[in-house]
């Protein structure tokens, strides 16, 4: 019996979260990852970061099913600065189309994370302000995170997912993948 694999891959803007082809859009199959393995979860096309995949049916469930309120850590660029009010909102659970959501860790950082830079580049506005935000969900719904940083009033320019349960991005550079 084989022991079973699992992969992290820094997954990069503009990737399909999938193998199978998507019209001219990269996906999975185009980084060399390791046959038989599939992604826990997914990562928007726009989106980017930690995407955990593996042969590891027990461990698939764990990191997919929301009964298990595994943690998911995202970088969030979002238009303007957020007051204390936005954060509480998005703290204590907000209410979107598709019903509430739980509560989550959300702190506005003092300074600009330290990641690769993006291409391409979100766009700069002179006269709208950015800040970075880390928020800790602990489900996962369809671009939950950018639907709850829009409902609050500061839409998401760039979103990097840097944990996931207990796997770790790190130092991973975009496209690049390795053993767990």
């Known amino acids: ?15 399909v979260s999938q193998f199978s082809p998507l019209g001219s859009h990269p996906t999975l199959s185009d980084f060399g990852l390791p046959k038989g393995i599939y992604p826990c979860g997914r990562l928007d096309r726009d989106s980017e970061g930690l995407l955990v995949l593996t ?13 298990f309120e595994h943690p998911r850590t995202y970088l969030v660029q979002v238009e303007r600065v957020p007051a204390n009010d936005a954060l509480s909102r998005l703290e204590s659970g907000l209410r979107l189309k598709d019903g509430p959501t739980r509560p989550c860790r959300a702190r506005l950082l003092s300074e600009e994370p330290s990641l690769p830079a993006r291409q391409p580049p979100i766009r700069h506005r002179k006269n709208v302000p950015t800040a970075w935000l880390q928020l ?21 320019l760039r979103l990097v997912r840097i944990s996931s349960g207990p796997f770790r991005l790190d130092d991973l550079q975009p496209g690049r993948w390795r053993s767990a």
């Not at 042969?55 to 009964?67: E, K, Y």
């Not at 995170?145 to 829009?150: D, F, G, I, L, N």
């Open 136 to 156: 800790t969900l602990t489900e996962g719904r369809n671009r939950q995170v950018r639907r709850m940083t829009a409902a609050v009033g500061h839409p998401t």
């Open 1 to 15: 019996m084989k022991a079973p694999r699992t992969v992290l891959f820094h997954k990069p803007y503009g990737v």
């Open 55 to 67: 042969d590891d049916g027990a461990l698939q469930h764990r990191l997919s099913d929301p009964n």
